[in-house]
């Protein structure tokens, strides 16, 4: 693995992530940001270990591959193992600190999904987070717009934090139905990328558990 470096722009939008594994709705989400924010790069960092349920039994360094494997195309993308290398819990703030450390002068915006962006004060320092990024909640079609209008105006007030929302196209693809596919011997042809799905049989992922 090698790390992306955060010296190398001055505005990015970084999306957090199992990535387990990588789909079509993950990629049309970070497209979509990086054509309607004005950043350098749209950063995917797949998550080392999660602070509060296990997201994810796949590999770290596999996950990675994959996500790398499936932007490499793309210059719009590019990918980080921040997260992965830094070992411990996986906590947002920290890494947005971590990143803060290497590049002081870097403007973030930090994407989500709604019902995470909602339930934002469960997170941990929120103030903090807020303080050190802006964030940019994704939502599929037909998402209740109104509950994150009032969300943001609850944030701007309590956090002073400032968050957008922005509505992405194939967002209702779920990695665990993936896996499930998977095992169960199904095609998950036009639901992930190409590259991505010949690493998954190159290395035999999702057979089992």
């Known amino acids: 693995m090698d790390g992306f470096d955060f010296k190398s722009c001055g505005r990015i939008a970084l999306v957090g992530g199992a990535f387990d594994p990588v789909h079509f709705g993950h990629l049309a989400a970070a497209q979509t940001v990086y054509e309607n924010f004005d950043v350098d790069r749209v950063v995917l960092m797949p ?26 195309d793309n210059p719009a993308l590019a990918v980080s193992d921040m997260e992965i290398r830094r070992g411990g819990k996986t906590y947002t703030v920290d890494t947005l600190r971590q990143i803060k450390d290497i590049n002081p002068d870097m403007d973030i915006y930090f994407v989500m999904g709604a019902d995470e962006f909602k339930a934002i004060d469960t997170w941990r320092e929120p103030e903090s987070l807020f303080s050190l990024c802006r964030v940019i909640a994704v939502s599929r079609p037909g998402y209740d717009t109104a509950s994150l209008i009032k969300k943001t105006a609850e944030v701007k007030e309590r956090y002073g934090g400032e968050a957008s929302f922005l509505e992405v196209p194939s967002l209702d693809i779920s990695s665990s139905d993936l896996r499930k596919r998977i095992r169960d011997g199904r095609s998950v042809k036009y639901l992930i990328p190409k590259e991505a799905e010949e690493y998954i049989i190159r290395h035999d992922l999702y057979k089992e558990g």
């Open 47 to 72: 998550l080392g270990d999660a602070p509060h349920k296990s997201l994810s039994s796949t590999p770290a360094a596999e996950r990675y591959e994959m996500v790398r494997e499936a932007v490499r």
